[in-house]
């Protein structure tokens, strides 16, 4: 796509468009890493091969005009926006299955899904030849099994970790927000308030166990939720933590309402 560049940083930001702060941070930050010279690449396309529910698609927002006018304030010099048929061929036969990090958290709630992640990844990579990338930390699964998937298949590409953007009260900022009933907008920021009241009993020495069964216990109480899973893991193999030494990922998925929502946050234990 972007040959001829040779020499000159070429940055991706990959999206899935009705952007919003947190993906406006996402191309801030890969203009910043592109430089004056360099290039940054935004791709706006709403990857059906990654969806495990098809009334989530359905309903999956999608405002390309406002979406470009986002890339234009931040800085994007490219935006690829592909239709679904401009991606996938009507008989591909290719898949991309990362077979340890996705069996777990959102992976294992939501088969298939990972595998439609890395696959439309992997297709970005090679239409774009970036040299770096560009994903938040707020999808932190995703950026794990795409750091697995350059590493164990030699991609020349840098991936780069972006911190969590969240509205004023805590909610972490997603394109799936907008479908919130105004008392499950209320009520999300909770997730938050449960995640950080959880650091501090970790720090303070609770166990896993104790630390999972606090955010459960809270999100329980607001009507209308479910808890898809609340897990206190080892951050860097999403697994068992079994060395607390480590630092450990405590991540939640719940649905409000048909809305399902994810969080997590980063946790050591203080000596
Ligand atoms: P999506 O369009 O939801 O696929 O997200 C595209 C990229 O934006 C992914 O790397 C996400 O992790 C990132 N992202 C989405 N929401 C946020 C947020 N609130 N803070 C930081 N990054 C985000």
């Known amino acids: 796509m972007l040959a001829g560049h040779r020499g000159k940083r070429i940055v991706l930001v990959p999206t899935m468009g009705a952007l919003h702060e947190g993906h406006a941070t996402l191309m801030r930050q890969a203009r910043t890493l592109a430089g004056a010279g360099g290039i940054v690449v935004a791709s706006v396309f709403l990857n059906p091969v990654q969806f495990d529910n098809a009334g989530d698609l359905a309903t999956y927002p999608q405002t390309p005009e406002a979406d470009l006018a986002v890339c234009r304030a931040c800085g994007v010099d ?124 970790y720090e303070k020495g609770a166990s896993v166990a104790e630390v999972c069964r606090c955010v459960v216990d809270t999100l329980f109480r607001i009507p209308g939720v479910k808890v898809d899973y609340v897990e206190l893991v080892d951050a860097e193999t999403l697994h068992e933590l079994k060395d607390e030494s480590h630092m450990a990922l405590l991540a939640v998925a719940a649905y409000f309402g048909d809305v399902r929502l994810i969080d997590n946050i980063e946790l050591t234990r203080k000596a």
């Open 78 to 201: 490219v935006v690829f926006m592909p239709t679904p048929s401009v991606m996938y061929c009507a008989d591909r036969s290719i898949t991309m299955e990362e077979t340890h990090l996705s069996t777990v958290l959102c992976g294992a709630k939501r088969p298939g899904h990972f595998a439609g992640v890395c696959l439309v990844v992997s297709k970005l990579f090679n239409l774009v030849q970036p040299t770096d990338a560009v994903f938040g930390k707020k999808d932190y699964q995703q950026l794990a099994i795409l750091r697995r998937m350059v590493r164990d298949l030699d991609i020349p590409v840098t991936l780069h970790g972006a911190e969590i953007v969240r509205e004023s009260d805590g909610l972490a900022l997603s394109s799936r927000n907008v479908r919130l009933t105004p008392e499950h907008r209320a009520a999300a920021p909770t997730i938050r308030r449960a995640l950080l009241e959880a650091q501090a009993a």
